[in-house]
């Protein structure tokens, strides 16, 4: 998934954009409050991560202009204002979570799990179509009940699919599931990890839909 990272604090903004990416998140990383406005109104993001005090624009006033508008990421708060009438405060004014600095990488990461499982409407913490089943805590994959060994990217883009398994999913969807800014697209790298993803999963189960992007197959096709 992809996630934006919004902190000033550079030596904990290292940490944790180190942690998400050695758990194959994409992260973009800004320690401004209008940067973070700038770059949700051009991207799509899985989860925000926002330090409540930022330059330039402040957490508080990024996340009610987010819900104002009708944005609804999930958002977790994680600032060092940790009374009760603060963490109230922030979830009143639209989080999805709050984290108390300092917190455990560990905790953040079940954290980010829940709050996008929740914003996808998503009870159980495994995503299910057809045959094909993947766990967002595990993030294993399995058809028919056995387990299939798949990539980092791999599983990546089948995440893609499967949050949105009804519709179609184009590839600028794919690659912003896949790359934070700076990383390298290369022209084929989606095109490869579908092919690899039907040797996989069964030939005819993504369906390319022609100047669109990919589907999952329904059952019955």
Request: hydrophobic share 40%; net charge negative; with cysteine.
């Amino acid at each position: 998934m992809r996630i934006l990272l919004v902190e000033d604090d550079t030596s904990l903004g290292d940490t944790i954009q180190s942690w998400l990416r050695l758990d194959d998140h994409a992260v973009d990383w800004v320690r401004r409050g209008d940067s973070a406005q700038t770059a949700l109104m051009t991207h799509r993001y899985d989860c925000v991560l926002l330090d409540r005090g930022l330059p330039g624009l402040s957490g508080d006033a990024l996340l009610a202009a987010l819900r104002k508008a009708g944005n609804r990421v999930p958002v977790i708060l994680i600032t060092a204002f940790n009374a009760l009438a603060d963490r109230v405060e922030g979830l009143d004014m639209g989080a999805d979570d709050y984290l108390v600095k300092p917190f455990e990488l560990e905790e953040m990461s079940a954290r980010i799990r829940a709050a996008v499982r929740r914003g996808a409407d998503q009870v159980s913490n495994v995503l299910a179509h057809g045959a094909i089943s993947l766990n967002l805590d595990t993030k294993g994959a399995t058809l028919d009940g056995q387990p299939v060994a798949l990539t980092a990217r791999e599983y990546n883009v089948l995440y893609a699919l499967m949050l949105r398994k009804n519709g179609i999913v184009t590839r600028a969807q794919i690659e912003e599931t896949l790359y934070g800014w700076g990383d390298e697209v290369e022209s084929n790298a989606i095109e490869v990890y579908i092919h690899n993803l039907r040797k996989k999963l069964g030939s005819d189960s993504i369906v390319t839909v022609r100047g669109l992007g990919y589907r999952l197959k329904n059952d019955g096709e």
